[in-house]
């Protein structure tokens, strides 16, 4: 297991943009595949999107899709999310999640996990 670090939630109105960040303190991070999934009150954790190890393919939810997007820069051991045009329904914690030489949307196939961090999307 790795230590993950999640920043950049916030309560934004419908239509803005927020950045999230994951850091992934160590130096195996370029041999894992990192996930962002959200969860909101009363509902199950879902998947959002993935990307590789070596950043050359990417996965995405529908629900997301043209919306977000994701990436990583392995030389600061970080994985962003760039949400653009939010709505309402993204309002969820959204947690980051690293598996060796995997980024699919099985969230138990991640063995590390991030605390969360609240995005919030008002009408």
């Known amino acids: 297991q790795v230590q993950l670090v999640e920043s950049g939630g916030g309560l934004v109105q419908a239509g803005d943009s927020l950045r999230l960040s994951c850091v992934v303190p160590?130096?195996?991070?370029?041999?894992?595949?990192m996930g962002w999934f959200r969860q909101a009150p009363g509902t199950e954790r879902e998947f959002v999107s993935g990307?590789?190890?070596?950043?050359?393919?990417?996965y995405y939810a529908n629900s997301v899709k043209g919306r977000f997007t994701i990436s990583r820069d392995n030389a600061k051991n970080t994985v962003y999310l760039q949400m653009n045009s939010l709505k309402p329904e993204d309002t969820a914690v959204y947690y980051c999640?690293?598996?060796?030489?995997?980024?699919?949307?099985?969230?138990?196939?991640?063995?590390?996990w991030g605390q969360g961090t609240q995005v919030t999307v008002s009408s």
């Open positions: 999640a690293a598996a060796r030489y995997y980024y699919g949307s099985s969230w138990s196939d991640y063995d590390s």
């Open positions: 160590g130096r195996t991070f370029s041999n894992y595949g």
């Open positions: 990307i590789s190890w070596r950043s050359g393919s990417t």
